[in-house]
């Protein structure tokens, strides 16, 4: 698709002036960056400079072929054998992930999000102690909330909702209808609320009473009627 | 001996004329204006903002403004923000506050942001300035309730305390209590950062009670709901209100009486807090909805069905802050019904995970900006983007003066074509001619750069991450951006020679960061020897920086001019380099 943008890109003559060592302009657009890019490539490899925690390749497997210069950005890593000194406010954000698995693919202070907002963030979603598989997502123990994945047939979204948010089977499948009719125009009668139980096992939501419900739902499904 | 002219005012008549003049960009102009005109001023200036702290030293702005009665100072680099400026950096407010104490006991207001505050420093302005009114900190840290509590029982005319986003070590809630009973001049209240899980609610009610000025009151999470009926009843005339955690068991007593109390807040204009937000109690809200022309909903984890209830009922919107579950659904609602919306900051949800968990993407920021004719700031988090929704959005909304879009995934390419997402930042730079702020992220090349410095001609804070790919794209931004102040690079492929071909320009700008960027340690000395206006620091935690080969990058880098010279508080891995640096170029 052609995108009418019109933009008039500017003309080389705006390099004047760019050239340190008077070396002219066209040079200098020609090496582009690969000439810095190899300088700091063979730092590098040079064994006298620190290794860095991950390159920036490593980080990022999201890297075309088009991509011109071989990137080469140090990777500003929190050495995790230093002490903490004061509490959270040093926390990286690796180390206040959830999941161990996750924690090698974040990057420091990114997206950016200020601390305090994080910290909210991660109060509200903390990790189940001891707990290997995370269908149930996030639990707080102090009640505040409880994070379930609600995946319906058809729908490419798995959404999380905070069961605590709810008192009833009613307000619960009422807000479900409201969320996933959005996403896949359906008669309300023709889909069925089942849920996961703690020991694994698939059942029909709304027989046990409420309360029971909220302790034991570990993910829920909505599923097609065929009764 | 020069004649006065016969037509020049006397002093007092150009004193009173420059006292209608405010702004600290017309009171530097006219300070440029003539010597005399330079004295009148600097004796008249009452409000003093100084951008960096470390960009002149408190003798000197006390020396100049000798009878000023408000300060604001900034410390630490906007990125310190998101953890990438280490603790113990710098920004200790304690050596203004020491040296403003000893020139005048006047002062009336200070405002920090990003500065380390400490308890000594707190105790010290309660002590020092007899008449003082304002205390703003703003992402601050560094001290705890003791100090507010000094603060709160010697200030006796304080109006305003507000303390947004600070970390504060909550020893007790108890400082509340500090407030004398004959104390009653509060006008403006923001402990919403404050955690303390005991909070003194009978010396909070008791405060407010007598406070009958109070305007603006933002409790922290610990008020329970049930609590906040009986501090809105004392205070119907409040204008702004941030509630504490908005959950409580259902209870129809506490619903009518919380939807009573509220109904009766006819000045109320804008609500925050919602911490722990249930939709029971959400329509509690619904009659002062029709008023409000702010609404902070950024820790409601409610789902979009519920905002967009909620939404529906604020017509007069101008301010929206609201996490990522509104989906773009809600942003749709939202851009029908409120016409008057001038700034949107949409939060993502679920930040680290790896899927999207929401159905908010592109579409709701096009649907925003098509529908609001008033909107001009944006902060919106999402996963995916386009060219073609930046296009649309650029076209249907030239009168944004702030963009910032971060896509959560670094280098994203445009979803649709895959290509980088330059031309669709390039028409937001075109199009949004008086664009001040903006901010980048997806997969963008050397070319965003190209337009940002053809076109970006207004825009004064730029924010860059894993984008361009090399030296050319930081020099179109240097070179061609010329109301640029400040600027801030992480993970980008930027070396030492646009910097170095830019020196001068970074003197006109407030500061320079580059994080994780090609920078060497021989350019840094480099510009440090040959530019003395500039304090150029080298932040690096794994060692001094001369155990390296000189054409190593540096880890963070950090350029500011400053006329105070090298600072002398910093921490050891800090450098700065100087005339001094002792310079070899290999």
């Not at chain 2, 407010?93 to 505050?117: D, S, T």
């Not at chain 2, 802050?321 to 679920?350: M, T």
């Not at chain 2, 970074?506 to 510009?527: G, I, Q, Y």
Request: aromatic share 10%.
């Amino acid at each position: 698709m052609e995108l009418q943008l019109g933009l008039a890109l500017p003309t080389p003559n705006m390099l004047k002036g760019f050239d340190l060592n008077n070396h002219g302009l066209d040079q200098l657009k020609e090496m582009g960056g690969l000439e810095a890019w190899n300088k700091a490539a063979g730092c590098f490899a040079d064994k006298d400079c620190v290794k860095s925690k991950r390159s920036f390749e490593q980080a990022f497997g999201n890297f075309t072929e088009e991509c011109r210069t071989k990137p080469l950005l140090l990777w500003s890593g929190q050495p995790n054998e230093e002490e903490d000194h004061k509490d959270q406010k040093k926390a990286t954000f690796s180390t206040t992930d959830e999941n161990d698995a996750e924690e090698d693919d974040q990057v420091v202070g990114w997206p950016p999000i200020k601390t305090w907002r994080k910290k909210i963030f991660q109060q509200q979603q903390q990790p189940r102690v001891g707990r290997a598989e995370n269908n149930r997502v996030a639990e707080n123990e102090n009640g505040r909330s409880i994070y379930v994945k609600v995946k319906m047939e058809g729908v490419a979204i798995t959404r999380k909702i905070d069961i605590k948010v709810y008192h009833s089977y009613q307000s619960l499948t009422n807000s479900l209808i409201t969320m996933f009719t959005k996403d896949k125009k359906c008669n309300e009668d023709d889909y069925i609320l089942t849920y996961q139980d703690k020991e694994g096992d698939w059942l029909i939501a709304g027989d046990i009473p409420w309360q029971n419900f909220v302790t034991s739902v570990q993910r829920m499904e909505i599923v097609k009627n065929w009764g | 001996m020069h004649k006065k002219m016969a037509f020049s005012f006397p002093d007092e008549v150009l004193e009173h004329v420059f006292s209608f003049i405010q702004s600290d960009k017309d009171r530097n102009a006219v300070s440029m204006v003539c010597k005399s005109w330079y004295e009148i001023e600097r004796w008249c200036r009452r409000k003093v903002f100084v951008g960096n702290c470390y960009a002149v030293s408190p003798r000197m702005v006390i020396r100049r403004f000798p009878e000023f009665r408000s300060i604001e100072l900034k410390g630490k680099p906007h990125f310190a923000d998101f953890n990438l400026v280490p603790d113990g950096w710098g920004g200790y407010v304690f050596p203004w506050i020491a040296e403003m104490a000893g020139a005048y006991p006047w002062l009336e207001e200070i405002r920090l942001k990003r500065m380390v505050v400490t308890d000594e420093s707190l105790e010290l302005i309660a002590k020092s300035f007899k008449n003082f009114k304002v205390l703003v900190l703003s992402s601050c840290e560094g001290f705890s309730t003791d100090g507010l509590a000094a603060i709160a029982a010697s200030c006796k005319n304080l109006k305003e305390l507000d303390l947004r986003d600070c970390e504060v070590d909550d020893l007790s809630a108890h400082w509340l209590s500090h407030f004398p009973e004959t104390y009653t001049s509060l006008v403006s209240l923001n402990i919403s950062c404050l955690g303390s899980d005991e909070a003194s609610f009978s010396a909070l009610e008791r405060l407010v009670r007598r406070c009958t000025n109070l305007k603006t009151l933002r409790l922290n999470r610990a008020v329970p709901l049930d609590k906040i009926a009986n501090i809105l009843r004392h205070a119907p005339q409040l204008v702004e209100f941030g509630t504490g955690t908005y959950t409580a068991d259902v209870r129809p007593d506490v619903y009518s009486d919380l939807a009573g109390v509220l109904s009766s807040c006819k000045e109320l204009k804008s609500l925050s807090g919602f911490w722990d937000v249930i939709p029971d109690y959400l329509p509690a809200i619904y009659p002062v909805c029709s008023k409000l022309t702010s609404l902070n909903l950024s820790y409601a984890t409610i789902q979009s069905p519920d905002l967009i209830k909620l939404v529906s009922h604020c017509p007069n919107l101008q301010r929206l802050l609201v996490l990522d579950y509104i989906e773009d659904s809600g942003l749709e609602v939202l851009a029908s019904s409120c016409k008057d919306l001038q700034e949107l900051r949409v939060f993502p949800s679920d930040p680290f995970g790896a899927e999207p968990n929401v159905s908010l993407t592109e579409q709701g920021l096009v649907a925003v900006s098509l529908g609001c004719p008033k909107l001009q700031s944006v902060l919106y988090f999402c996963r995916r983007m386009s060219n073609e929704a930046l296009v649309t959005i650029a076209r249907s909304r030239p009168n944004f003066t702030r963009f910032r879009l971060c896509i959560i995934e670094p280098k994203t390419a445009d979803y649709l074509t895959l290509e980088p997402l330059d031309v669709g930042f390039g028409a937001i730079v075109q199009y949004c001619k008086d664009l001040r702020r903006l901010s980048l992220s997806g997969l963008l090349t050397d070319r965003v750069f190209e337009y940002i410095g053809t076109y970006a001609k207004k825009l004064e804070m730029l924010s860059v991450a894993f984008a361009g790919d090399s030296d050319l794209g930081l020099h179109h931004v240097l070179s061609g951006c010329e109301s640029l102040r400040k600027l801030e690079i992480r993970d980008c492929p930027f070396g030492d020679k646009a910097l170095l071909a830019n020196a001068a320009k970074l003197e006109t700008m407030r500061s320079l960061w580059m994080s994780s960027c090609a920078v060497s340690f021989a350019a840094c000395k480099l510009l440090g020897q040959k530019m003395p206006r500039l304090n150029v620091e080298v932040i690096d935690e794994r060692g001094p920086p001369d155990s390296r080969p000189e054409n190593c990058p540096v880890d963070k880098l950090y350029i500011y001019r400053s006329i105070a010279g090298p600072r002398f508080d910093m921490p050891p891995f800090v450098w700065t380099m100087d005339e001094d640096s002792g310079l070899r170029l290999s």
